[in-house]
């Protein structure tokens, strides 16, 4: 790889960057934990709030953190307008947008604040890696979590028929999910591809599975008997059934749904394929599935935790690896691991 790549990990509440020169060990290469572009963008809006001010957003579909300060806006009385692409941050059904009082129009309104939605902010960067006398990258790679597009349905059920795709179709292969083109249903990766300049993106949820592999002996370890990586984010949880390079099962959480002794129980029936898409469905989650289980993979009982939410099964049998030295920017290197692999 012989490109310098800025690759951010855009949560719910802090982005996680790397930037990589090729030429430069790894642990010298600058990283930066920053505030998610949702908290940033919430906090403009939060001081207009303060200001009594109206607003107009516009820019585009964005991760929906920043939906709270826009209520927050409403709820203080005052008036908040949106472009179309904008809105879609709020939902997808757009009828709900306006149910709530949001006017949509492409222009700001006279007497409004413009307020620009978006995951990856150019000029901002510029700035910052001028400050930092940091050259501008090569390419920008990105990962994000994106619930999709799917008017009509329920997110979380629709959502997984991107594992399903991956499991089935795309033959379990965790850098499938590494993107030069998102599927059309993923909006918000569409998005931050177009605002990156047209560069790989990714779900955070491949991009951490990867990033686990980043490690050389997780990735033997993997391809010599089944493992378990779970990456519990502060918002969601994923773990993934690896043997061989593949991946044979997909779980998925609301972090805030389970605690440690629960999350343990399900991850238990989830390694033999015990685990139905339903009881998880119904407990507030996206779902489980699992293929025919080789039995080379012994179980899948070596378990490797990641995320910044990974204390919750601190006392199980577990692993906490850090990717790269540094566990925060797991997805980081998942990216750089996924174009790895996919150049052979």
Known sequence: MDHTT???DIGSGTQDVLLHSPDREIENCPKFVLPSPAIQIGRRIEALRM????IWLHGCNMGGGVTRFVRAHQKAGLTVASSESAAYTMADDLTRVTGSGIEIVEQCPDGFTPVRLTDFDEAWWRRFLEVA???WPDRIAACAQDHGFHPGQSNRM???KLWRSLLREGGGRPEAL???EPPAMLTRLADLRTEIGGGPVADTGAAAVL???YVDEIEQHGRETGITLVNIGNSH???FLLFGGTIHGVYEQHTGCVDGAK???DLDKFRCGCLPFDQVFEENGHGCLTLDLPDGADGFRPTYVIGPRRAMLEGYDVSFPAPGGDMMLAGCFGLLKGLALRQG
């Open 158 to 160: 629709a959502r997984f």
């Open 6 to 8: 800025l690759c951010l």
């Open 178 to 180: 590494v993107y030069d």
């Open 237 to 239: 949880l994923i773990a």
């Open 211 to 213: 990033g686990a592999l």
């Open 133 to 135: 006398e940091l050259d």
């Open 263 to 265: 999350l343990w129980e």
């Open 51 to 54: 200001q009594q001010k109206d």
